[in-house]
């Protein structure tokens, strides 16, 4: 089992231990961390090799963990590139891009991202024989950002195709459609790219980091869980800061129309702030499924009761 997966099972057994965690994993000034600094810590912690149930209480080796943690992927041990890396994904979405919802090329480049991010930070132990994985994602990737850009884009063509302008019209297409667009396009990303996952299965390890199998029960679960991850992140950051403008703007505390734009921006990129550690934090990163959850041929080979694999973010 990989380090970074041993130091979720120690210390990301709560919500908020993992919540804790990400806050600092996030922290975008990790993104400037070299290669060769992030491969001597990654020696660090290999050389001190910690026990699942021993705490971390080191500040050396836990700086070390949380370098790990936001810029290796824990199946390949390959240094993630740099814009998507867990802290890339804060700086690389600027408020004012998500806001321009209405264009059909930022929701491409939108999605694009996020379907990239998905496909460098999801389960990496999938394989099959009669193809190539890789490029089954790309093109999985592919059809899933056109989809999703159009499907984003559509209610606002619609709109002005009929030329729908009412109030109510408006309130609709401009405010309330959306977050639930968003959540539901991002969790659909999520379940295309990383569909090989459930059809080919994922590592399950026992509890000393022991591969016994690949389960296709395990790789459900796994997608499942990061696609609500994924929903809830995207549906909340555009869900609560239109609730909060719109008391904003009818109690007139901020008439003037440029500032109402930089309040709108400055309270997107604060709930995305928060919703992204949130969101991270909701399932554990180092999954565990129950025996009894498992396909029969992996159950047969092993007396273990605990089962662990990699969710992926």
């Not at 029960?217 to 997608?223: D, L, Y």
């Not at 109402?260 to 991270?280: D, E, K, Q, Y």
Request: aromatic letters at 12%; proline letters at 6%.
């Amino acid at each position: 089992m990989d380090g970074n997966l041993r130091f979720w099972r120690a210390e990301g057994q709560t919500f908020f231990q993992r919540f804790l965690l990400w806050a600092d994993a996030l922290d975008p000034l990790l993104l400037l961390k070299s290669s060769n600094e992030i491969k001597r810590n990654r020696l660090l912690i290999q050389i001190n090799e910690k026990t699942p149930s021993e705490p971390i209480q080191n500040n050396q080796k836990k700086q070390a963990f949380l370098l790990s943690l936001s810029s290796v992927h824990p199946d390949t041990g390959k240094i993630i590139p740099v814009l998507f890396r867990p802290p890339g994904r804060f700086s690389s979405l600027n408020p004012e891009f998500m806001f321009s919802y209405n264009l059909l090329f930022l929701q491409f480049v939108f999605h694009s991202y996020t379907t990239a991010f998905t496909l460098l930070n999801g389960n990496g132990t999938p394989k099959a024989e009669e193809y190539s994985l890789q490029q089954k994602q790309i093109l999985l990737g592919l059809g899933a950002v056109s989809y999703s850009a159009c499907v984003g884009a559509l209610p606002l063509v619609f709109m002005n195709r009929y030329t729908l302008k009412s109030s109510l019209m408006q309130l609709i297409v401009r405010r309330l459609l959306p977050a639930p667009l968003f959540g539901l396009t991002s969790a659909f990303n999520v379940a295309m790219v990383r569909s090989p996952e459930f059809d080919n299965g994922i590592e399950v390890m026992d509890r000393n980091g022991k591969v016994v199998g690949v389960s296709k029960k395990a790789g459900e679960k796994a997608v499942r869980e990061t696609a609500l991850s994924r929903a809830a992140l995207f549906g909340t950051t555009f869900f609560l800061p239109e609730v909060f403008m719109y008391f904003v703007q009818r109690a007139r505390f901020v008439k003037n129309p440029r500032a109402l734009g930089t309040v709108r921006m400055f309270v997107i990129m604060s709930v995305l702030a928060g919703m992204l550690p949130v969101s991270f934090s909701m399932f554990p990163q180092c999954g565990e499924i129950k025996r009894a959850d498992l396909e029969p041929e992996i159950v047969s080979s092993t007396e273990e009761t605990e089962f662990f694999y990699n969710r992926g973010i």
